[in-house]
């Protein structure tokens, strides 16, 4: 028999989709090239749109003792403030992304996700009803069939290739590294601690642990030695000189590794049983955890939908609303990113005048939701008068998730929720036929929700909502175009 789904790639967004679809009880399988989980990995900003996943999911609590809460952004460098947007969003959060990988795995096993290591993606083969996929694994060639299969396996991904889905973008001359050193407290690299900007790129310097800190440069305009394998302490070294004009010795290298400034998006993100997600699909520069919080948004969104269809209970076309979701997601995280490169290199005035245009709130509020991956809203309908939430999550989605304890049971849970705010009697929702998909959780009115009712797709998204004067106008036609029709019991 085949699994349901097959999940090639263990990183954050493979597992994040591995959770999803266990949630609904879908049989997961992942396979992963690495054989084991990443012990290093450069990434540690996590975003506002990032913890307000984890919140929904109730993973936060997990994640939290692991990082600490930065009430900062940037958009290019140039310096934001969150703090104003705090009664709607959350802040960013500082967290190696290998606890997160950590945290996620975890919450995948104990869901019942197969895990398997060591396994590399030679190639695959689809038919209408399955696909397989052959790996070279710890007991040789292996061929695992299933009835869809998501590549979650990066920039390079094997899957994308063996799908036949073109990559279009390009790649600039970069020459960027990141490297962990072990310092002594009066080494030189802690006097510079920071990112800044100079002519020929960037310079940090963070501590990721006591006596431990991460360099990271990055040479605009210049081809790297080489693209394979870590770069030496010497290579380190020399970066650090060329861009920043800082000399040092010493320290312990820990681990070290290259990046690039690489734009790309697939230009398709399913061909038959086959789908993309994360960096699989979309690939730009990494800046402000953008990267991780659009492939974390791409898991949540096909996790429930794949479900739903394997359940039989998919509408017409919902999993096509996947691609019509996420793709202009994606091309906006590459279009942005690309942007803010442009003001990191050159220097020029251009930043003084972009500097001053932040201080402006409404400037600000739109940089921050943007960068923090919280301001994405899918056209559900063309009609002008819809309500302002249709297809956002509704502000203090995080505060929410912690407030209401049967909101965050029902989140917790994967499925949908018809939030009641409303003083109405109990019984004017009637839920008969969905219960197996949608909760009705009453709650009070939720600070900045201009609604009495609201309908949630289990990717937290309003697919409806009513002020009250409307009563549940819409609310049958939502439910059956996201949710299907009823359970023949209930």
């Known amino acids: 028999m085949p699994h349901d789904v097959i999940i090639v790639g263990a990183g954050p967004v493979g597992l994040m989709l591995a959770c999803e679809l266990r949630l609904a009880g879908t049989e997961v399988v992942v396979l992963e090239g690495r054989a084991a989980p990443p012990g290093h990995a450069p990434g540690v900003a996590v975003n506002g749109g990032v913890v307000e996943l984890l919140e929904m999911r109730g993973l936060m609590d997990d994640c939290r003792p692991d990082g600490f809460e930065f009430p900062m952004a940037h958009f290019a460098h140039v310096w934001l403030d969150p703090g104003r947007l705090a009664d709607r969003h959350p802040y960013n959060f500082s967290l190696p992304h290998t606890r997160l990988i950590h945290h996620l795995a975890e919450r995948a096993r104990a869901l019942g996700a197969d895990l398997r290591f060591g396994h590399r993606v030679r190639d695959l083969a689809q038919d209408a009803d399955s696909v397989e996929v052959r790996t070279d694994g710890p007991d040789g060639e292996?061929?695992?069939?299933?009835?869809?299969?998501?590549?979650?396996?990066?920039?390079r991904s094997a899957v994308r290739r063996a799908a036949g889905i073109g990559f279009p973008g390009h790649e600039e001359p970069f020459h960027g590294i990141v490297a962990d050193l072990r310092i002594d407290p009066d080494h030189v690299l802690n006097q510079h601690l920071g990112a800044k900007e100079h002519p020929a790129g960037l310079f940090a310097v963070s501590p990721v642990a006591p006596g431990t800190v991460r360099v990271l440069t990055a040479l605009f305009g210049v081809e790297p030695p080489s693209r394979d394998g870590a770069?030496?302490?010497?290579?380190?070294?020399?970066?650090?000189r060329r861009v920043a004009d800082v000399a040092f010795t010493g320290g312990e290298p820990l681990w070290s590794a290259r990046w690039s400034n690489e734009t790309r998006l697939a230009?398709?993100?399913?061909?038959?049983?086959?789908?993309?997600a994360g960096d699989a699909a979309h690939v730009h520069f990494p800046l402000g955890g953008q990267a991780l919080s659009t492939g974390l948004d791409d898991a949540v969104n096909l996790g429930w939908k794949l479900a739903?269809?394997?359940?039989?209970?998919?509408?017409?076309?919902?999993?096509?609303?996947?691609?019509t979701e996420r793709r202009p997601v994606g091309e906006r995280a590459c279009r942005t990113t690309r942007a803010q490169v442009a003001l990191l290199h050159p220097l020029t005035e251009l930043r003084e005048v972009f500097a001053e245009l932040v201080t402006f709130p409404d400037v600000n509020e739109y940089l921050v939701t943007m960068v923090g991956g919280t301001d994405t809203r899918y056209r559900f309908t063309d009609d002008g008068s819809a309500h302002p939430l249709l297809g956002r999550r509704i502000p203090g989605i995080a505060a929410a998730a912690r407030s209401v304890p049967d909101l965050a049971a029902a989140w917790a849970s994967g499925r949908g929720v018809l939030l009641d705010m409303g003083d109405g009697p109990d019984t004017r929702f009637d839920?008969?036929?969905?219960?197996?998909?949608?909760?009705l959780v009453r709650s009070k009115p939720l600070p900045g929700v201009d609604a009495e009712a609201l309908l949630l797709r289990p990717d937290g998204r309003v697919c409806w909502a009513t002020r009250g004067g409307d009563g549940d106008d819409g609310l049958a036609e939502a439910r059956a175009a996201w949710f299907g029709g009823p359970a023949t019991t209930d």
């Open 142 to 155: 292996r061929t695992t069939r299933g009835r869809y299969l998501v590549g979650c396996d990066g920039a």
């Open 231 to 240: 770069p030496s302490p010497d290579e380190v070294r020399d970066c650090v």
């Open 267 to 276: 230009e398709r993100y399913r061909a038959g049983r086959v789908f993309l």
């Open 308 to 323: 739903a269809d394997l359940a039989g209970q998919a509408p017409a076309g919902l999993l096509d609303t996947y691609a």
């Open 431 to 439: 839920l008969t036929g969905w219960t197996d998909r949608v909760a």
